[in-house]
């Protein structure tokens, strides 16, 4: 079964095609130098960008893979959690796909993609805790199967990834700043001490990174000179050296370690509170994060449950996990008519 999957939730536009369950092809785009000058995403933005770009990557998909459209036995589209009007432009062309080649279509949950995107690389095994790690979201599952999934926690205010962007944002780094962040934190030791471990004081299973965030505003307006002169990415920190770069290091390092210390103390929480859950899948564009990496696979260990994490490709957003998920979907049954509509927030 061939699978075509379509992505455009967010800044990322992109199609792949999955065959019995393998990866044949994608192509994908990003609009990150577009939004960085913005700072984040700009709504309005994105979904004209989808539009222009995303028939020329489907066009050259299809020459990748020497196909046609009436090669595909399905199409599978992201349909939410995302921005709206760039949801509607990957819904609308995968429905005028399926008219023209009257190929069935499915819609796929963004968050549940990013968590079955491991299957790609090697069998996901279930009941699995789900740890989804993203811009937009941090969620825990509990996946009874790869169409079974409850949520049984979720960040009451910031995401992990956002709580990284606004953290870059403070120190003049450029959107998205995770990887810089990440970057910069392997250069040096962690404080343990310098920021706290946000939210973990109750018996609950959400998060909240709100608190986070004002604790590093607080240091960093205490220690206005780590602050960058000007907006620098990679180009621009490749060029900072020095005390300064020991600095920034040491308070990168410090809230990386203080991001995966409370995913820690989660996800060991929804652990010890779930039966019979044989691995810990961790997804999202902050499971590329290697503090987070790390200390989930010492959390895996721990509790003798298989780790499964996406390759570093399939952590941030992606058409491999929409057509693979949708794989999935098609092969369980499912189908949707033409009249799917987006989900923007919550279940899709
Ligand atoms: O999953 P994703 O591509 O998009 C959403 O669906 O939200 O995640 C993007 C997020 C951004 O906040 C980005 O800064 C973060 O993932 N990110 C990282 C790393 N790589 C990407 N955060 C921390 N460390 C990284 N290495
Ligand atoms: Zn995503």
């Not at 990150?32 to 020329?56: N, T, W, Y």
């Not at 902050?286 to 390759?311: F, K, Y």
């Not at 570093?312 to 049954?333: E, H, P, Q, V």
Request: glycine share 10%; proline share 4%.
């Amino acid at each position: 079964m061939r699978i075509l999957g379509i992505e455009t939730s967010c800044d990322e536009t992109a199609v792949a095609l999955v065959e019995d369950g393998r990866l044949v092809g994608e192509r994908l785009a990003t609009q990150i130098d577009v939004h960085a000058l913005f700072g984040g995403v700009v709504p309005e933005i994105a979904s004209r960008e989808h539009l222009r770009v995303l028939p020329r990557l489907f066009d050259e998909l299809m020459t990748d893979t020497g196909l046609t459209p009436a090669d595909l036995d399905g199409v599978a589209v992201a349909r939410g959690p995302g921005l709206l009007g760039s949801l509607l432009v990957g819904l609308s062309f995968s429905k005028g796909l399926c008219l023209a080649t009257g190929a069935p279509l499915v819609g796929v949950n963004h968050l549940m993609a990013h968590l079955l995107a491991p299957g790609l690389d090697g069998a996901l095994r279930f009941p699995a805790l789900g740890l989804l790690v993203s811009g937009g979201h941090t969620h825990i599952y509990l996946l009874r199967s790869a169409t079974d999934f409850e949520l049984l926690g979720r960040t009451l205010d910031d995401a992990a990834g956002e709580a990284f962007d606004k953290v870059a944002k403070l120190l003049n780094i450029a959107y998205p700043g995770g990887r810089f962040i990440d970057m910069l934190a392997s250069e040096a030791e962690p404080d343990t001490a310098l920021f706290p471990r946000p939210y973990v004081d109750n018996d609950n299973l959400d998060f909240s990174f709100s608190g986070l965030k004002t604790a590093v505003a607080n240091h960093v307006a205490a220690h206005p000179e780590v602050v960058l002169d000007k907006m620098a990415g990679a180009e621009g920190l490749a060029g900072i050296s020095g005390v300064r770069r020991q600095e920034l290091a040491r308070i990168c390092a410090s809230f990386n370690w203080s991001v995966a210390q409370t995913l820690k103390i989660k996800v060991e929480r929804a652990l010890e509170r779930t039966q019979g859950v044989c691995s810990l899948i961790v997804a999202g564009g902050v499971a590329a994060n290697s503090a987070v990496r790390r200390t989930m696979a010492q959390v895996a260990d721990s509790a003798g449950v298989a780790l499964t994490l996406p390759s570093l490709s399939l952590c941030t957003d992606n058409a491999a996990m929409i057509a693979y998920a949708g794989w999935l979907l098609f092969r369980a049954g499912y189908r949707h008519g033409l009249d799917l509509e987006a989900v923007p927030r919550g279940r899709a």
